[in-house]
């Protein structure tokens, strides 16, 4: 075993945005929090300036455990780990997932290609506005087009909150 703790995900049950990124980093691992890095830093930020906070997110990752060497999680541990994603959708029951880079985006929609474009996917008889962004440790790494992404994915999930009427408190902002 390469992994110091799991990571299965922070936030309200009844949040009604879920972040969904790739896999726990080194940060993470050792704490069992996720986006707590750099990246989460970043993400923060894109929240923030999206004038949504943390702390009204669900936030967590398709695969729970740190893999080795920081690799790119392998098919049988997305596998592995899918029953307890559906298990997080089911309880905390979100209107909007973003997912944060090209593997989150794979857990709902066969693409090869990042794309940007929201879509909608019925689970369990309940439409979910999917947002793709990509991953904030991309913009960390130097892409503009990342951070750009980023960035505006999160003003679009506040816009279409606020579109949907669903109840985002400004004071805890």
Not at 5 to 31: F, Q, R, S, W, Y
Not at 90 to 119: C, H, N, W, Y
Not at 139 to 162: D, N, P
């Amino acid at each position: 075993m390469t992994r110091i703790n799991a990571v299965p995900g922070e936030g309200p049950e009844d949040a009604k945005i879920m972040l969904i990124g790739e896999a726990p980093g080194k940060k993470e691992d050792e704490t069992g929090r996720p986006f707590i890095g750099r990246a989460g830093a970043l993400l923060g930020r894109a929240l923030n300036e999206a004038s949504l906070s943390r702390e009204e997110v669900f936030i967590t990752n398709v695969v729970k455990c740190r893999p080795p060497d920081n690799r790119k999680p392998k098919a049988k541990e997305i596998k592995a780990c899918r029953t307890y994603l559906l298990e997080q959708i089911d309880i905390v029951r979100p209107s909007i997932i973003v997912t944060l880079g090209l593997t989150a985006l794979q857990s709902f929609k066969d693409t090869k290609r990042m794309q940007e474009s929201s879509f909608e996917w019925v689970y369990r008889d309940k439409k979910i506005k999917i947002f793709p962004t990509y991953h904030p440790a991309a913009a960390l790494r130097g892409s503009k087009l990342a951070k750009h992404s980023l960035f505006r994915t999160m003003k679009e999930v506040k816009r279409f909150m606020k579109q949907q009427n669903h109840h985002i408190d400004e004071n805890s902002l």
